[in-house]
């Protein structure tokens, strides 16, 4: 079975450029999530879709991250324009349903992002 | 993702012996907890999971323990192997709840 893909690995930017990453979930799974990841800390939940609905978004940057599943399958996430701050790696998951929470989630390997 | 581990609490151990990795999580309202490994370039990898009605799960070579109260999660690798090598996170998630809190961390290194 296909894991959770992402392009690109790796990305490096200049501040206030933007930035774009795609995601495409195990096939099948409902819920799809976007993390990221700060340098020796722990994934941070951005925003999560269940199908193509928003679920949670309460700890996305709206003023310059965005983020969109429109057929329900694959997901993008856009940074536009990009901070210093947001060096990170973004992480995409995704899991068959909500069910309570208890649904594993399957992670893909991440887009480092170095802003400059 | 990349060099995940480099400012995280280590744990470093001798091949065949067992490691314990230790969590404290804040929110009383959890009720379900996940222990994930993640590798140098890779996302997390789930490992073993508890509800809160349970103070012991077993699987294959690893044991979660909970002890809700004093909100403390801990991992037991029994003959830890090079392959163990990883950054481990413990996360919390609340009753009904749709995110999952990760904690900061534990480096692990084996030593062969």
């Known amino acids: 079975e296909a894991g959770v893909a992402q392009s690109p690995r790796y990305k490096i930017i200049e501040k206030r450029q933007s930035v774009a990453f795609w995601c495409n979930p195990i096939?099948?799974?409902?819920?799809l999530y976007w993390y990221q990841q700060i340098l020796g800390q722990g994934p941070k939940l951005l925003i999560q879709?269940?199908?193509?609905?928003?679920?949670?978004d309460s700890q996305l940057p709206k003023d310059r991250f965005s983020a969109e599943r429109l057929k329900g399958v694959d997901s993008t996430l856009k940074i536009q324009p990009a901070k210093l701050e947001d060096s990170a790696v973004y992480l995409c998951?995704?899991?068959?349903?909500?069910?309570?929470?208890?649904?594993?989630?399957?992670f893909g390997p991440g887009t480092r992002l170095t802003v400059l | 993702g990349e060099n995940v581990g480099l400012h995280l609490p280590t744990l470093s151990v001798q091949e065949g012996d067992n490691s314990i990795i230790n969590c404290a999580y804040s929110n009383s309202a959890s009720d379900y907890f996940i222990w994930y490994k993640q590798e140098s370039g890779k996302g997390p990898q789930f490992i073993i999971d508890?509800?809160?009605?349970?103070d012991k799960r077993q699987g294959q070579r690893v044991t979660v323990l909970l002890n809700k109260t004093v909100k403390h999660l801990s991992l037991q690798i029994a003959a830890t192997q090079p392959g163990d090598s990883a950054v481990y996170f413990c996360a919390e998630r609340e009753t009904g709840g749709f995110k999952t809190i990760f904690g900061a961390g534990t480096r692990l290194f084996v030593k062969a």
């Open positions: 998951a995704s899991s068959l349903e909500l069910a309570g929470g208890e649904s594993e989630q399957f």
């Open positions: 508890i509800r809160s009605n349970m």
């Open positions: 096939s099948g799974h409902a819920t």
């Open positions: 879709f269940q199908n193509n609905g928003v679920v949670d």
